[in-house]
């Protein structure tokens, strides 16, 4: 299989362009080289925010449907670039191969269903007396400044492009250095797909530099981020100096509940598989298992003994289950958080060191019996890590999963009809999702309440924090 990867540029007012300065991008399941990424200096972003304010001023006045038709010829090219950009994704990540295959997929869904959305952001005609009308329009808001997190290389930038576009803004859009090809290829299909020069903008640089100067400038309108909590709390501080809204997507630390009426095993090999996901590198991740007395020894050992199985290797390779995490920090992170919950009296009952030393490779990890007081109890571990402590019924498992400050994804095994509502009512996270460990698809709104955020991406939801309401009075006569 060809494993090229792609010379990066900037993409600004509808034109590819370098940089005097670049930072590298590294393989993480061998630590080489395998690419550059262009860092955008004062004057790109300059261009960026004078190109962003003329393309909004096209697309919010391109008919709805036409500007659909223009951000599905772009997902549909995007789709048959699949195995181009899925390649691209493992180069600079690490999942295995059929996962960034499937990363492909996602952003396309979303891509295909904020189009279709985008021509239903309806208003209102508001009931009044004889004379007058009161009409309640959905605008878009203006150029938007987006933040994309190294994660999902592909899916999470095209989440706040999808958002975007298909309300009729403009946006420039910082994606992660470290992973830089996914919103290469998203700005290479919307430029063969015709759209508007301006309209869409991509740069790269240092985090801090690029949004503390492009948030305080007059042209931005809406910031969306998604990231760690500490990053969002100082760009909302730093957005509200200038009353600019902003869409926060930020860390989780997800509960799962497992009630006694359901197959331990079953849920124990579901959960498993799941937590190797991305490497557990993902705001939804399972992690903290929260599993009922009478079935939690046989749960946690069928968890244990299925971390154990999991196939761990470069993603290229045939059958590898999960990849490398994405670099040295987030080894250094899960060395400390074992090494502090071995210091608790935690038990290990899989994985808990590093796997060699070349490539940043860790195990699916597996505590057990965590006091309250362990790190990793009230850190998102951000890796492949889970920890499962009995609980003595529905209640405690319930006071427990909120006892954090965050609340994005929370999870949940039952076949009882009247836990499944307590659950749903008791739960304080955006998501809650029972009997499966999927948090979100295309068509549903997702988001986080607490220190998870605010606002929503995707379902009908997905466009309205891109949009301003605007009321018009209209008396017939002058009174």
């Given at each position: 299989?060809?494993?090229?990867?792609?010379?990066?540029?900037?993409?600004?007012?509808?034109?590819?362009?370098?940089?005097?300065?670049?930072?590298?991008?590294?393989?993480?399941?061998?630590?080489?080289?395998?690419?550059?990424?262009?860092?955008?200096?004062?004057?790109?972003?300059?261009?960026?925010?004078?190109?962003?304010?003329?393309?909004?001023?096209?697309?919010?006045?391109?008919?709805?449907?036409?500007?659909?038709?223009?951000?599905?010829?772009?997902?549909?090219?995007?789709?048959?670039?699949?195995?181009?950009?899925?390649?691209?994704?493992?180069?600079?990540?690490?999942?295995?191969?059929?996962?960034?295959?499937?990363?492909?997929?996602?952003?396309?869904?979303?891509?295909?269903?904020?189009?279709?959305?985008?021509?239903?952001?309806?208003?209102?005609?508001?009931?009044?007396?004889?004379?007058?009308?009161?009409?309640?329009?959905?605008?878009?808001?203006?150029?938007?400044?987006?933040?994309?997190?190294?994660?999902?290389?592909?899916?999470?930038?095209?989440?706040?492009?999808?958002?975007?576009?298909?309300?009729?803004?403009?946006?420039?859009?910082?994606?992660?250095?470290?992973?830089?090809?996914?919103?290469?290829?998203?700005?290479?299909?919307?430029?063969?797909?015709?759209?508007?020069?301006?309209?869409?903008?991509?740069?790269?640089?240092?985090?801090?530099?690029?949004?503390?100067?492009?948030?305080?400038?007059?042209?931005?309108?809406?910031?969306?981020?998604?990231?760690?909590?500490?990053v969002g709390k100082h760009l909302s501080e730093l957005a509200a100096r200038h009353m600019t809204p902003v869409l926060m997507e930020l860390g989780g630390h997800a509960p799962v509940i497992v009630c006694d009426d359901v197959d331990p095993v079953e849920a124990a090999v579901t959960s498993a598989v799941r937590k190797a996901r991305n490497a557990g590198q993902v705001c939804?991740?399972?992690?903290?298992?929260?599993?009922?007395?009478?079935?939690?020894?046989?749960?946690?050992?069928?968890?244990?003994?299925?971390?154990?199985?999991?196939?761990?290797?470069?993603?290229?390779?045939?059958?590898?289950?999960?990849?490398?995490?994405?670099?040295?920090?987030?080894?250094?992170?899960?060395?400390?958080?074992?090494?502090?919950?071995?210091?608790?009296?935690?038990?290990?009952?899989?994985?808990?060191?590093?796997?060699?030393?070349?490539?940043?490779?860790?195990?699916?990890?597996?505590?057990?019996?965590?006091?309250?007081?362990?790190?990793?109890?009230?850190?998102?571990?951000?890796?492949?890590?889970?920890?499962?402590?009995?609980?003595?019924?529905?209640?405690?498992?319930?006071?427990?999963?909120?006892?954090?400050?965050?609340?994005?994804?929370?999870?949940?095994?039952?076949?009882?009809a009247s836990n499944a509502d307590r659950l749903a009512d008791g739960i304080e996270a955006g998501n809650v999702s029972i009997n499966t460990l999927e948090a979100s698809v295309a068509e549903v709104p997702f988001g986080g309440v607490k220190d998870s955020g605010y606002g929503r991406e995707g379902g009908i939801e997905g466009l309205l924090p891109y949009t301003v309401v605007?009321?018009?009075?209209?008396?017939?006569?002058?009174?």
């Open positions: 299989m060809a494993t090229s990867y792609p010379d990066l540029m900037l993409y600004i007012d509808g034109a590819w362009r370098k940089s005097a300065e670049t930072l590298p991008v590294l393989n993480p399941a061998d630590e080489t080289v395998v690419g550059a990424v262009p860092v955008a200096s004062r004057a790109d972003l300059d261009d960026a925010l004078a190109a962003a304010d003329k393309g909004f001023r096209i697309w919010s006045r391109t008919a709805p449907a036409k500007r659909a038709a223009i951000i599905l010829k772009a997902a549909a090219l995007m789709r048959e670039r699949i195995d181009e950009i899925a390649r691209s994704i493992t180069l600079e990540h690490g999942k295995p191969f059929p996962q960034a295959r499937l990363e492909v997929i996602r952003g396309c869904e979303f891509f295909e269903w904020d189009a279709a959305e985008g021509q239903r952001t309806y208003g209102r005609v508001v009931p009044s007396e004889p004379g007058i009308r009161y009409i309640v329009h959905h605008q878009p808001i203006g150029t938007v400044a987006a933040f994309s997190p190294w994660n999902f290389p592909m899916s999470q930038p095209a989440r706040k492009i999808a958002g975007a576009l298909a309300s009729g803004c403009s946006i420039i859009i910082k994606a992660a250095e470290e992973t830089p090809a996914g919103a290469y290829h998203i700005a290479r299909a919307f430029h063969d797909a015709g759209l508007p020069a301006g309209v869409f903008n991509l740069v790269f640089g240092v985090p801090a530099d690029i949004s503390s100067y492009l948030i305080p400038q007059p042209q931005v309108r809406l910031v969306a981020f998604t990231g760690s909590t500490a939804t991740s399972p992690t903290r298992f929260f599993v009922q007395e009478r079935i939690y020894r046989a749960f946690a050992d069928t968890f244990a003994e299925k971390a154990r199985t999991v196939s761990i290797g470069n993603g290229f390779d045939a059958g590898v289950e999960m990849g490398p995490l994405a670099n040295h920090r987030r080894i250094e992170a899960m060395e400390a958080l074992v090494a502090d919950a071995r210091a608790k009296g935690a038990r290990v009952l899989a994985g808990g060191e590093r796997l060699g030393n070349r490539g940043y490779f860790f195990p699916v990890t597996v505590l057990a019996d965590l006091p309250d007081d362990a790190r990793v109890m009230r850190e998102e571990p951000f890796g492949p890590l889970a920890v499962i402590n009995p609980v003595s019924s529905l209640d405690e498992a319930i006071e427990k999963a909120n006892a954090l400050p965050f609340g994005l994804a929370a999870y949940a095994f039952t076949h009882s605007k009321n018009v009075s209209h008396r017939m006569a002058i009174a």
